[in-house]
C-alpha cells in the first residue's frame, strides 16, 4: 500500500470548478458600484459594460435605490463551443438602502463608456451651513 499526501488545497480547486460550473448557469449577475458623497450629493457609480442604457430601470422608494436591467449579446454562441466563459449575461439587479436626507424627487442618471452615474442631491435643509463670525475691533 503506497501512502498518499492529503493535500488540503486540491479540495479548493474542487470547490472552484463545482462553484463555476454553477455560476455559468445562474441568469442573474451583479455588477460592481461605487458610492460616495459629495458636497451637496451622493453619487452611485455602477459599471455596466455592454449594457444598452434602454436596458436599465432605475427606482427609488422608502430609501431604497434599485438599479436593475439586462445585458444580452447578439452573437451567443451555444454552451460547448466556449472555452471559457466569465462574462455574465441576463438580468442583473442592485439594491441598496440610501441615507437620510436625500432628495428622490431630482434624481438623475448618466451613461457613458460602460458606466452608470446616479446623482441624487440633498436636501436643503440637510446641507451645512456656513455662519459668518463677526470680528469686534
Do not use: C
Request: proline residues 7%; aromatic residues 8%; without cysteine.
Amino acid at each position: 500500500m503506497d501512502l498518499v499526501r492529503f493535500d488540503p488545497f486540491s479540495l479548493l480547486s474542487e470547490m472552484d470548478r463545482f462553484f463555476e460550473r454553477g455560476v455559468a448557469a445562474t441568469p442573474t449577475w451583479a455588477p460592481r458600484i461605487d458610492a460616495f458623497d459629495r458636497e451637496t450629493e451622493l453619487v452611485i457609480r455602477v459599471e455596466l459594460p455592454g449594457v444598452k442604457p434602454e436596458d436599465v430601470d432605475i427606482t427609488f422608494e422608502d430609501r431604497t435605490l434599485t438599479i436593475s436591467g439586462k445585458r444580452e449579446f447578439e452573437d451567443t454562441v451555444e454552451q460547448g463551443g466556449y472555452h471559457r466563459r466569465e462574462i455574465f449575461t441576463g438580468e442583473f439587479k442592485r439594491t441598496l438602502v440610501l441615507p437620510e436626507g436625500l432628495n428622490p424627487e431630482e434624481i438623475t442618471a448618466k451613461a457613458e463608456t460602460g458606466m452608470l452615474s446616479v446623482i441624487i442631491p440633498r436636501r436643503p435643509e440637510v446641507l451645512p451651513r456656513k455662519v459668518k463670525v463677526d470680528v469686534a475691533s
